[in-house]
Structure formats: structure tokens, C-alpha cells
């Protein structure tokens, strides 16, 4: 699994929160990014954020698996490859 620390910018030059690892990323059908799943370095708990703009936005967190905050979110339905 690739793991991507955070310290200042990514590859599309957009803030990523500090001392994050980001874990997994989501793009929709257009290949445009729409979120990401982050957490800190000892994996405790996850953080969901959904780009807006140039800029990532928590939507959500506390969750101890990145599976059970996409479904809490609807991930899938919201890049358009949900049932």
C-alpha cells in the first residue's frame, strides 16, 4: 500500500492537513479528485476529506477503519459508482 506523508503540498499543489498520511484517494468518473482518507501516523483513527476548490475539507472522522467512513459518508454514491 502506498503511503503519501503530508508536509505541505501534493501533486496537484493543494494544502493537505499536517502530519497526515493520506491513504486513499478518490476520483470520479472525469478523473477529477474528490476525496481523500487520511490519518495520523499511528492509524488510530481516519478522516475523510472532500476537495473543494483548491482546498480539502474534513467531512469526517473518529472512525478506527477507512471502510466503515466511506459507507458512513457514501463515498461510492458521490463519485458515482455506487449501486
Same mark, same amino acid.
Given at each position: 500500500?502506498?503511503?503519501?506523508?503530508?508536509? +505541505?503540498?501534493?501533486?496537484?499543489?493543494?494544502?493537505?492537513?499536517?502530519?497526515?498520511?493520506?491513504?486513499?484517494?478518490?476520483?470520479? @468518473?472525469?478523473?477529477?479528485?474528490?476525496?481523500?482518507?487520511?490519518?495520523?501516523?499511528?492509524?488510530?483513527?481516519?478522516?475523510?476529506?472532500e476537495?473543494? +476548490?483548491?482546498?480539502?475539507?474534513?467531512?469526517? !472522522?473518529?472512525?478506527?477503519?477507512?471502510?466503515?467512513?466511506?459507507?458512513?459518508?457514501?463515498? @461510492?454514491?458521490?463519485?458515482?459508482i455506487? !449501486?
Open positions: 500500500m502506498h503511503r503519501e506523508y503530508i508536509e +505541505g503540498e501534493t501533486e496537484n499543489g493543494m494544502k493537505t492537513p499536517r502530519n497526515e498520511i493520506v491513504w486513499t484517494r478518490y476520483h470520479d @468518473a472525469d478523473g477529477n479528485e474528490r476525496f481523500i482518507v487520511t490519518s495520523k501516523p499511528s492509524r488510530d483513527i481516519y478522516y475523510l476529506y476537495t473543494v +476548490g483548491d482546498a480539502y475539507v474534513r467531512v469526517g !472522522k473518529g472512525m478506527t477503519s477507512p471502510i466503515d467512513l466511506e459507507n458512513k459518508h457514501g463515498v @461510492a454514491d458521490r463519485i458515482g455506487g !449501486k
